[in-house]
């Protein structure tokens, strides 16, 4: 069953955590002691509804506040998809959160207070969201029911959200508007019949109705090699195969494949997963490949198609959204680890910050803060095998790790 990763987006209060629990509870996908214990919760409230942000909120902190701090991942499924929905906050002080969130989403879904309209954290969510190219952006207009499924009101914000769109610079993207009332479920699972003036589809029919090809972006087949396999048995005592995960398109056996650092060449003699042979190994499959020649990879190498090499650089520029409160300097050294790959690089360059809600940029910066987002050069102490991040969202990001204290300190994506 195919799997759509979905990131979500809204300011304080626009009801995106009851939109999740509104989508939870009309696909049936609440366990019953979690709809029992949202009910006894919402009664003890003095609430005349359920309050399906209940279904989200994990932290003790998010329920007492009603505001969303950390990210959460959300499962459920229908008959024709699995979903997984990265709940994340919209605050500021959080951009780095709803980096984490977007990074592994393929669609996304912004929500915009109908009381409120188009608002500067709306210019926040949707840079996010072009900033890591998501293909599929779904503008749902939430808290209709507070205006009295006003037509005007969302055609006003409609308007203004396209006036948005035109900052942009990645023009791939779909945008779909669709007004909603998560508290009261009208447009969320089931069509709403207090805006008999929108005809189009409800949230649940539109992911539905998504293909999951096209809104990923696919980019061409990278295997880096993540283990060695040398079985130590006499039946197969000659065996070496590299096991992996591909990334971006397909590969065959036959393919004519580069390895690197080395540029050996070879070609696929088979592909295997578990005691399974293939001919094929489909994108994001993890499966041990074998070759018609004796060469030598190891974990952190990289098999491509012949024809179709990435660069390879002990040098880049990319975007960075810094997530850690010690402040990234230049010419301090972190960790880079690109996909398996571990390398030690410098801070060469700091080129500007960018102000994520589209107001431009600032010149002369020695140092980045905790969720801010710039244009940083760095120096590696050897080469990797990348891609530029628009053409490949894989090979095209990396985390930046602290080399005394091993944490995460940001995320990366190759200009």
């Not at 979500?8 to 366990?31: E, M, P, Q």
């Not at 004519?256 to 997963?273: C, D, E, G, H, N």
């Not at 030690?344 to 809600?357: F, G, R």
């Amino acid at each position: 069953m195919e799997v759509l990763k979905i990131a979500t987006a809204g300011s304080v209060d626009d009801g995106k955590s009851t939109l999740i629990g509104r989508l939870l509870y009309d696909t049936k996908s609440l366990t019953t002691d979690k709809l029992e214990a949202i009910e006894k919760t919402s009664k003890q409230k003095g609430y005349d509804y359920l309050d399906f942000s209940l279904a989200t909120d994990g932290l003790v902190a998010e329920r007492e506040q009603g505001i969303t701090i950390d990210v959460a991942h959300i499962y459920f499924s229908t008959e024709n998809k699995s979903y997984i929905i990265a709940d994340t906050p919209g605050h500021v002080e959080y951009t780095r959160n709803m980096v984490t969130g977007a990074s592994t989403s393929q669609a996304a879904i912004i929500l915009i207070d109908a009381r409120k309209g188009v608002i500067e954290q709306t210019n926040r969510h949707f840079f996010i969201n072009n900033l890591l190219r998501i293909k599929e952006v779904i503008v749902a207009i939430n808290k209709m029911d507070l205006v009295g499924f006003s037509e005007e009101t969302y055609n006003s914000i409609k308007t203004d959200f396209e006036q948005l769109m035109s900052k942009r610079d990645y023009k791939d993207q779909k945008i779909t508007f669709i007004p909603v009332s998560a508290l009261k479920g009208d447009n969320v699972v089931n069509s709403s019949k207090h805006m008999p003036w929108y005809n189009g589809e409800t949230l649940l029919e539109h992911l539905e109705g998504l293909d999951l090809a096209a809104v990923s972006n696919v980019g061409t087949p990278r295997f880096p090699v993540q283990y060695v396999i040398r079985p130590k048995t006499d039946e197969h005592h000659d065996f070496r195969g590299f096991a992996g995960k591909v990334y971006g398109g397909e590969l065959s056996v036959g393919d004519a494949v580069v390895a690197l650092p080395s540029r050996t060449q070879s070609k696929i003699k088979a592909i295997y997963f578990y005691d399974k042979k293939y001919q094929t190994a489909s994108r994001r499959s993890s499966v041990t490949i074998t070759l018609e020649d004796e060469i030598n990879l190891s974990r952190g190498d990289m098999l491509v198609k012949v024809d179709d090499l990435p660069t390879i650089e002990k040098q880049f520029t990319a975007t960075i959204s810094w997530m850690d409160s010690d402040t990234l300097k230049l010419g301090k050294k972190y960790i880079v680890q690109h996909g398996v790959n571990k390398v030690l690089a410098k801070v060469d360059n700091i080129h500007h910050k960018i102000n994520p809600d589209y107001s431009g940029i600032e010149e002369n910066v020695d140092g980045l803060g905790m969720n801010d987002i710039a244009q940083v050069s760095f120096r590696l102490n050897k080469p990797i095998f990348y891609d530029k991040f628009k053409e490949h969202r894989t090979n095209g990001s990396f985390i930046l790790i602290d080399t005394q204290t091993n944490g995460t300190v940001g995320a990366g994506f190759i200009n």
